[in-house]
């Protein structure tokens, strides 16, 4: 069992910068494979992002490369969503989720229903 517990959302104006962190607790961090997904205002879960167990690899939605970045600590339990130039249309929750059984960075780590774990989530909002 992985607790994900998601912070940093908020408001921020168009261009605006977030940080958003998820600190997981339970079994073994390293193990798991962390993506970070999003869900816009009435739409399904949108993939965002995926970092490999070692930090080493990262793959992005189109929607997010260049502006986004996907970091984690393992020694902290902590993974990261550095989120650069907002705009109004990354307005959403944010969620970051944890599988243990993914074993690369291929298109199936960019479908929610491959993730096990997931936490609460935490509002973005880019105003415009």
């Known amino acids: 069992q992985v607790q994900l517990v998601e912070s940093g959302g908020g408001l921020v104006q168009t261009g605006g910068s977030l940080r958003l962190s998820c600190v997981a607790s339970?079994?073994?961090?390293?193990?798991?494979?962390m993506g970070w997904f999003r869900q816009p205002p009435g739409k399904e879960h949108e993939f965002v992002g995926v970092?490999?167990?070692?930090?080493?690899?990262?793959r992005y939605a189109d929607s997010v490369k260049g502006r986004f970045t996907i970091s984690r600590d393992n020694a902290k339990g902590t993974v990261y969503l550095q989120m650069n130039n907002l705009k109004p249309e990354d307005t959403a929750v944010y969620s970051c989720?944890?599988?243990?059984?993914?074993?690369?960075?291929?298109?199936?780590?960019?479908?929610?229903?491959?993730?096990?774990?997931w936490g609460q989530g935490t509002q973005v909002t880019v105003s415009s």
């Open positions: 989720a944890a599988d243990v059984s993914i074993l690369g960075l291929t298109t199936s780590s960019s479908w929610a229903k491959e993730y096990e774990y």
């Open positions: 970092i490999s167990r070692s930090g080493g690899t990262t």
């Open positions: 339970g079994r073994t961090y390293s193990n798991y494979v």
